[in-house]
């Protein structure tokens, strides 16, 4: 006899039980479905890449989580992905001869990172991308129709609603130059922690960085929530009139592409009391250069942003002298479900699964029940047959156990007559229907 | 500027163009949708485990190839799976008091293998795995309805006729005992390399394990391929007979197993035209206990099994004290596709993604243009919008490039009379549409 060990997972990752996988699915299928719908093809990329593909920008913070693979013989460093970006911007340039653009991607599946272990944060996670790519150009108009992408999986997945929060970097870096800010992307960093830590931290690292109290204060100004959107607007108006001896350019074309953005994501199908003009919203990363976006469920804005990206202008730089500008929006799945599920916005149900179990009663009524579930799946009915042999209760506790709405029970005088008694396990009421029958009551 | 690394993957990692994906995506899409229907549960386990999991049955062959994760400041060694069985028998063992029994589930999933570099072998594959786990026991007719699955699968993604080749290693164990061969694992591996390297070598194989010439001899006649099913059946018989003196019980518990089970198939759907019994498939692998299974793509015998699997009486040895016996079956996916392409029995073919694409053409047209996508969305079809500015030659390039059936164009004239140009890209046929006849004839 070998020695046992204990089943056990490594820490920090996420595994379901199948009710609760079941209903993980259900959601990944509908941000898929979406996806699709809006035309966005799917790509699959090796979950280990070389080293020097995943760190071509420099190490950087995510260089110290990252989940090495021991090289063995092979003579390439080689590391699990971090993020479904990098992988793209590798795949674009490396196939961009065979690809038609704009590009439009999506990309589902699991990324690694060797976060410190904490609730709610995990090691291995979902990511679930969309990315519209240009080939050296790319219409403001796609910055509007990512959104909308995502608006309609979160009506199809029903949590709520969700508000997506814009703002514009363009916008925010003319108000830097308009103020005298010439730190900008700290002051990005900074203001991106502001729902974290709070306003006297970011002030404290924003003096840090050499910002003064003047520049600071109106930068606070600038970002407070104010007003409704047309009332931001037009305080930004305002502010380029204000500030039109100072050269305003940059600040003007901001406002005008976070103003058509809002238009356009309404024109595509975001009702306006979704969408929030909000300057705080800055995003950490470095690589966004005009419109950004985070995401907050209504009345779970305490988990915090459940979709976040924006425009780049460059996804490529290091693999390619083509310019590839883009913009892209990412969910993070795995956090997603864990939080929906914390909050208790969902929950897994038995029964929402196999819709239909078949149980012979003995050996003799197997040919028959095989025919039974048989001409079920045929039908498109989820069922299971339970071929083992046993007590009726045995047979039935089974059926319960797996959730089953109805059980098809097939004894020596179904079998006889033809028939099936066909229960319903939530209400107890059976009766006998012909196969035929039966299968009507389970596609109705 | 930074230095252009040229944008590459690792040797032996299968990376596809979005056309090539959305196929892959479709069969991958058609087996998920079998193993539902037969109402198997999805499970999701962690790409990375512990050593101590991983390696729980001792190293062996795959140890080599194991790809290991730099621990950094873990204590922990893991490494990625290279296949889903270990991962079942852990997740089964660790979850056993919260499943039901006998338990149904289905893994498609990545799995990784270091081996050595060679065309259609690859160290990140697929794999699609259906298995049916018993606490303590599990009845024989499990092993009928999970080829029943399969066969149902294949019949969907329509690549041809599949035939399994059924055996029973109980019955090839009672074969053994009967002429006294006593080395069965040995001789296992070796007859499971028969198509592979020829029964020469095989011969050579077994006198290493110290055959002698006779039991080879009846061995190599015993699995000769000789007759149709019934006649191989009554052979089998026949052979129980003439061996009544010896310990034949299990050989004949054997051959009662394989007769079942031929029947039960048949009366799961599967004609007896898709089932050989074909005694000289053995499986390599030593947890086989009774049912084994390979299946073969008429036609195209020559890229190997298919499928693969079989009974056996105890997944989680290593795991629990409880017994789990089962059956399984799994398709390696990502083989298949490369074989299948090769073959060229599958091949991806441009349109079969996006059905429409709407081309605005000019800035005036985008809003009504944008409605015009967003309506076509909104009644499932899948379709594409071109925002981008340029000639009408270029739009209409875009549409050909990523394989649209029909373009719905939309100019001043079109916006005007509030209808579309409705265009077939294959045949250039064109005509004016409402937008509602437009998406009936999308949606016909």
């Known amino acids: 006899m070998s020695e046992i060990i204990t089943p056990s997972i490594l820490s920090g990752f996420m595994e379901l039980l199948p009710d609760e996988q079941v209903l993980f699915d259900e959601i990944k299928a509908k941000i898929e479905a979406g996806f699709r719908r809006y035309g966005f093809w799917p790509i699959d990329t090796p979950a280990i890449e070389k080293c020097e593909i995943l760190f071509a920008k420099g190490g950087g913070e995510t260089s110290k989580q990252i ?5 063995g013989e092979s003579s390439q460093e080689q590391a699990l992905r971090f993020d479904l970006t990098v992988p793209l911007a590798r795949y674009v340039a490396q196939h961009a001869s065979e690809l038609s653009f704009p590009f439009r991607r999506y990309h589902i599946a699991k990324v690694y990172r060797g976060e410190r272990s904490q609730k709610g944060r995990y090691r291995e996670f979902y990511q679930c991308d969309i990315d519209i790519i240009g080939r050296e150009s790319l219409a403001l108009s796609n910055d509007a129709e990512i ?37 900008s992307d700290a002051a990005f960093r900074a203001v991106d922690k502001l729902a974290k830590i709070g306003e006297d931290s ?11 109290d003047a520049q600071i204060d109106a930068l606070f100004e600038f970002i407070a929530p104010n007003g409704d959107n047309d009332a931001i607007l037009s305080r930004l108006e305002g502010f380029a009139q204000a500030h039109a001896e100072a050269d305003i350019a940059l600040f003007n074309e901001g406002l005008d592409e976070l ?7 309404q024109r595509f199908g975001i009702p306006q009391a979704a969408i929030a003009i909000d300057l705080s919203i800055t995003r950490g990363l470095d690589y966004y250069t005009g419109s950004v976006f985070e995401t907050f469920l209504t009345g779970f804005e305490g988990i915090g942003s459940i979709c976040s990206g924006g425009r780049y202008d460059d996804l490529a730089t290091n693999f390619s002298k083509t310019g590839f500008p883009g913009i892209g929006l990412s969910i993070g799945l795995t956090r997603l479900f864990y939080q929906l599920s914390a909050a208790k916005v969902i929950s897994p149900k038995k029964g929402d699964y196999v819709k239909a179990c078949v149980l012979p009663m003995s050996d003799e009524d197997m040919d028959y029940a095989i025919d039974a579930v048989s001409a079920l799946r045929d039908a498109g009915v989820i069922s ?5 042999p046993g007590k009726v209760k045995k047979k039935f506790a089974y059926a319960d156990s797996i959730g089953a709405h109805f059980a098809l029970i097939i004894g020596e005088r179904e079998r006889m007559a033809g028939m099936v008694s066909f229960k319903d396990l939530a209400t107890g009421e059976q009766e006998n229907l012909s196969l035929e029958d039966a299968i009507a009551r389970l596609n109705a």
Do not use: W
Not at 67 to 71: C, E, L, S, T
Not at 155 to 176: E, P
């Open 67 to 71: 989940y090495r693979i021991d090289k």
């Open 147 to 183: 959104p909308a992408v995502i608006y309609s999986i979160f009506r199809d997945i029903g949590v709520g609603s969700i508000v997506f929060h814009i703002n514009n970097r363009r916008l925010m870096n003319g108000f830097f130059r308009a103020v005298g800010i010439t730190q």
């Open 202 to 212: 970011v002030r404290r690292l924003l003096v840090e960085e050499g910002l003064d």
């Open 259 to 265: 103003t058509r953005v809002y238009a356009l994501m």
């Open 384 to 388: 299971v047959i339970y071929m083992e």
